[in-house]
C-alpha cells in the first residue's frame, strides 16, 4: 500500500508542477511566447510522464525502453527535419513540397530496409519533416531546425506507445517540439541579453 501512496505522490507532482508554471506564466505578468513555448512543453513532458509512471506504478510490464533502432530513429528525424528545411527554403520548393517530398521518399524506401524498422523510420521521418516547414522567423537556420528535430526525436519516444491510432499525433509531436525550441531559444536570447541589448529595443 505504501508503494502506491508513494506513486500517487510522485504522479501529482509531475502533473502539478508543469501546469503550475504554465498558470505562473499566463497570470504573473510579463507573458512572451517564449516563456509560454517552453512552459506549454514543459506541460506536455509533464502528462507524458505523469501517464508512464501512472502505468508503471500500476505494474504494466511494457514500459518503453530504449533499443538500437531508437539511434536510426534519432538519424532519421535529424536528416528529415534538415533536409525538408533546406529544400523549403533553400532550393524553394516551399515547406508543403517539401515535406511531402521528404514523406514520400521515407514512405517509399525506410519499409524496404530489411531490418522490420522501417515502418517506424518511415513515420518519425515523416513527422520530422513537419519540423523543417517552419519558416525562417521562426526557427531560422539548419541548426536550430536539427535542435528542433531533436526534440521531436525524443517526444516521438516518449509518446509513441500512447494513444495509438490517434489522428493529428505527427503534427502535434512536430508543433510541440518547435515551439518548445523557439520558446527556450527566445527565453535565453532573454534572459542572457546584455543590459544593452535590451534599453535598444
Known sequence: MRVRADSSRRLAVL???P?????????????????VGLESGLVLAGGVAAATERE???GASDAPE??????????AVLVAAVLTYWLSVHAGLGPVVASAFVGL???????AIPSGSGETLAVVAFCASFVGMSSTERLGG??????AGAVCGLVF???AAAFPGAGGKLGTIAFVSCVTTAGAEGLLATEYASPTDSTSR
Open 15 to 17: 502533473l502539478l508542477t
Open 19 to 35: 501546469v503550475a508554471l504554465l498558470v505562473r506564466a499566463l497570470f504573473g505578468g510579463g507573458v512572451t511566447a517564449a516563456i
Open 56 to 58: 508503471r506504478a500500476l
Open 66 to 75: 530504449l533499443e538500437r533502432g531508437d539511434a536510426l530513429d534519432a538519424l
Open 105 to 111: 521518399v521515407a514512405g517509399l524506401g525506410f519499409p
Open 142 to 147: 539548419e541548426g536550430r531546425v536539427a535542435l
Open 157 to 159: 519516444l516518449a509518446v
